[in-house]
């Protein structure tokens, strides 16, 4: 990094690893190497933050009922219409729904106006969808939500279990420093039932069954037992429970072979694990999305955490288990009291003693008697015209919620629907009453703490886009409107963090962990040079504390932890005749959530730039399907068409779909419509990673690629279609069965007539391509169904140039310059090095990861494409070999 004295040290918006970034005016951003979540690496997605800027896309003005308005009147509007639910009836008849890219600032504002003032219990938080089972763990082992460890503990660990967590891809930052801790004796297990990049790393992988993790580690627990591999000095000094924990898993997993038979797993893999948790004291557990996003995610989640408690291993060095969160602030989230189930800085509305000091410490006119509707029950009350009032901030429910078609319906019939966002067109805006321009990443200034409980700075570089404000500011004005101003007399994000760290102090006297008593006289000067720390920070640690619970004292009434036992459950949705195929979701390597940001960067495409199925081979061959094909996948409530992927580390009967698109990238790839709204009953997470859906080619005749300018004025219809912004174009992936009309389609589609032509009806194959004063406006190319596109990346630079060369428009029709190499699919974005490119460098002697580094620079910036970097190198040998 060059100058730190030029650069805004900030906070990476995207996972929960909370990696720090420098930012200098005009450059490219870099890693904070000072940060210690990071010291300086950034994945793909934190080096492509510059590509996100800008005020593209932006919302920039209020609107009212479609009306550009300002912003006294937007407030007006939002209180009045509060105001106007609360008198007719009741504070419940008002929600929110908030999200953990909020700053915890934000966060505490949102909450303190909607539970301590409106009087709503209805207030809950997309973290719901990622963490929630966790909290629900921690809370019942500990007695309060608390990541024991810290990021230290991955590295030094000498037995890494990673379940349900492909954090190669998820967390690419913290799978570097797991990678770079690699040694002699040290292992790593990886329990997944999907092979994945992250595999990568196992020693051993457990592809068990999916839902099974329950059995494997109550499994594991009675082995502990049997073994005399017991901790019983720390069982009987520290904790409740252990005989019913262990009666109840010697009744679900009573020897190996039954937990082989209940995962699926051989007999030797499930006894080398057990054995090697056994042997090792050293050990962390770290369990994500795979483990919480289920019907039964809170007992998964203790039953891992019961064989720590067994073996004493929380809160010690190398020793823990460890939830890693998926967003940037959902941890800040939880600490200010964002989920429906809890009040402010940890404290719960089950405790009269928690809701009666909460009110005293706001001075509030009273809280709801007990806790909100969680997010799917939300948004079920709003269907059901409980909720008149629904304010959604900075999350996009209308793609990432269960049952879908359900959750659109509620937001057609609420009668008021708010929308705080930065994004003018998301699928939630199109049902916003009332948009209020927020401020997006380099704009916002406040804190966020990430899963190793560590607060960190996001600090503004620019000046706010159009008439875009704070969250908090927003939040604030409206309950001046509604009266409360004395409360939320806010003037900077300083002010809120403070209140919110004194009320962290308030009458706690060491009873919740939860403390920033250090911080509850912050001046403005220590707060915009705050380094990041690891919460609590008090008297006792006032630099903070990196582990928790190491001393064996834990969060409960009687300072004990407790075990819990543990009955496994099946998932919810079972694959029956009608729906045979389990479906499971997830994230990719280079997009985010729903694409409102990773979207704008074009490299980020590059690396998947459509909906994809990944299905086994053996499936594809029973079912007559082909890679390649475009597939389409029935659920009970709707329906996913992308392009078949053969991959032999899936599961036969299992396949996998991607989170990201939406409606505004593709018609029909919303992995959310083949998920029942079913829910954890403990934590109320959604079971989002099993589904079921039944498999078939989607029919089509023809595919069809459309390049244009933006703000192209062409008209095209397709059965099935997917979007893809690259530099100075977008690209439109379209397919269709009904008998195509090229020369009659394409001057629709172009926007008028072409000016160069090519069709050879008989082959099915059609280019064609409109041009203005020498500038390409736009080309279509189509293909027949099981054809293949040239690759298209040269094509996308043609729109950057004024005045093309004679050269180039007569190869604009084959859609590459013969002259320029053929890189094939992009696999390192960094450094925009393709397939093709990496195969050669290892035909001519290139054989690791580290030797294609030196020779194409792949892999040697974020990293995230090694995996792939060394699978490549042995398919490629293997190829070789085979000649």
Known sequence: MNDKAQAT????????????????????????????????????????????????????????????????????????????????????????????????????????????????????????????????????????????????????????VLVGSNAAWNHPILFQRMQAAARDGRRVVVVDPRQTATSDLADLHLSLRPGSDAALFNGLLTWLADRDALDQDYITAHCDGFDDA???????????????????????????????????????????????????????????????????????????????????????????????????AHMDY??????????????????ADGPGYKAVDLFDAVHRGEIKVLWIMATNPAVSL???????EALASCPTVIVSDCVAETDTTAYADILLPAMGWGEKDGTVTNSERRISRQRAFLPPTGEARPDWWIISEVARELGYGDAFSYTAPVDVFREHAALSAFENQGHRPFDLTGFKDMNSENYDGLAPIQWPVNQRYPQGRSRIFDDGRFATPNGRAQFIAITPDQPVQQPD????????????????????????????????????????????????????????LDGARGTFVGRLQAVPEQRPGEVFIPIHWNRQYAGHALASDLMAAVVDPVSGQPESKHGVARLSAAPVRWRARLLCRPGHTGVWRAEHWSRVPLDGCESWWLAGEDKADWPDWASRWLGGQPQVEMHDAGAGRYRAARFHQGQLLAVLMAEPAESPFPDLGWLATCFERDDLAAADRRAILAGRDADLPDIGPVIC?????????????????????????????????????MPELRKLIETTQIAMEAE
């Open 577 to 632: 005749r009608d729906y045979p195929m389990v479906v499971n979701s997830g994230r990719i390597r280079d997009q985010w959530h729903t694409m409102t940001r990773t979207g704008r960067a074009a490299r980020l495409w590059q690396h998947r730039a459509e909906p994809f199925i990944d299905v086994h081979p053996q499936d594809l061959e029973r079912l007559g399907l082909k890679a390649g094909q475009l597939g389409r």
């Open 402 to 408: 269960p049952d879908n078609a359900r959750v659109r």
């Open 350 to 367: 089950q405790n009269d003693a928690d809701r009666d000091r909460v009110q005293r410490f706001w001075r509030s006119p009273g809280l």
């Open 246 to 344: 262990l009666a109840a898993a010697r009744h679900s997993a009573p020897d190996v072979e039954a937990v082989a038979d209940a995962c699926d797993l051989p007999v030797d893999d499930v006894v080398r694990f057990f054995n090697w948790f056994a042997d090792t004291p050293r050990t962390v557990t770290v369990f994500s999305q795979g483990v919480n996003q289920s019907s039964s995610g809170t007992d998964k989640g203790n039953a891992i955490i019961n064989c720590h408690l067994a073996t004493g291993r929380v809160g010690k060095p190398g020793a823990s288990p460890f939830s890693i969160t998926g967003q940037p602030n959902a941890m800040g989230g939880r600490e200010v009291g964002g989920l429906a189930n809890t009040l402010a």
């Open 829 to 865: 974005s960094c450094f925009q090095i393709g397939q093709k490119q990496i195969e050669a460098a290892i035909g001519d002697g290139s054989d690791s990861p580290e030797a294609l580094g030196r020779q194409l620079k792949c892999g040697t910036n974020c990293g995230s494409c």
């Open 9 to 160: 040290c900030t906070t990476c918006p995207y996972c929960g690893v909370g990696c720090g970034v420098a930012v200098t005016a005009g450059d490219p951003v870099q890693g904070d190497t000072t940060h210690p979540a990071n010291y300086g690496r950034l994945c793909v997605k934190g080096s492509s933050l510059h590509e996100t800027l800008g005020d593209s896309g932006r919302l920039l003005h209020p609107r009212v009922r479609g009306r550009r308005t300002d912003w006294s009147q937007a407030v007006q509007s939002v209180a009045g219409a509060i105001r106007e639910a609360v008198a007719q009836h009741g504070p419940g008849s008002v929600g929110f729904y908030l999200s953990g890219q909020l700053l915890t600032e934000d966060y505490y504002a949102a909450n303190k106006l909607a539970k301590g003032f409106i009087g709503t219990p209805h207030v809950d938080t997309n973290s719901r969808l990622c963490m929630s089972s966790a909290v629900a763990a921690h809370k019942r082992a500990f007695g309060a939500d608390v990541v024991p460890g810290c990021y230290e503990d991955l590295e030094i660990a000498d037995l890494l």
